[in-house]
């Protein structure tokens, strides 16, 4: 059975910093492309990034290109989000994902930021902006 928990979010003030984490069990992760998603009440979940197997590839949603990074611990079987510069539009639910579908599954398809190309989903972390 695979389980995708998420952590680190919280309350933090604009212009900060938060980094998220999530941990995967049951799945082969270092052979699987991850990404993470972001949803706010009444709105559809968005795609906030993606990384390969590998982190040779990464891709972002352009409003975030520039102050979010993604990155992963294969050793670890954990994937990060470090979000810098936060607005108070970043408030949202953030979740992972994994187990993108079809296959190869290494790697970020064209389609990454659609909720039906991944399997598993965690619970969310929750990350609040103030202004």
């Known amino acids: 059975q695979v389980q995708v928990v998420e952590s680190g979010g919280g309350l933090v003030q604009a212009g900060g910093s938060l980094r998220l984490s999530c941990t995967v069990s049951g799945l082969s992760f270092n052979n699987n492309a991850m990404s993470w998603f972001r949803q706010t009440p009444g709105k559809e979940r968005e795609g906030v990034s993606c990384i390969s197997w590998n982190g040779a590839g990464t891709y972002y949603a352009g409003s975030m290109k520039d102050r979010f990074t993604i990155s992963r611990d294969n050793a670890k079987n954990t994937l990060y989000l470090q979000m810098d510069s936060l607005k108070p539009e970043d408030t949202a639910m953030y979740y992972c994902?994994?187990?993108?579908?079809?296959?190869?599954?290494?790697?970020?398809?064209?389609?990454?930021?659609?909720?039906?190309?991944?399997?598993?989903w965690g619970q969310g972390t929750q990350v609040t902006v103030s202004s």
């Open positions: 994902a994994a187990g993108r579908t079809p296959a190869p599954w290494a790697t970020c398809s064209s389609s990454w930021s659609e909720v039906p190309t991944w399997n598993y």
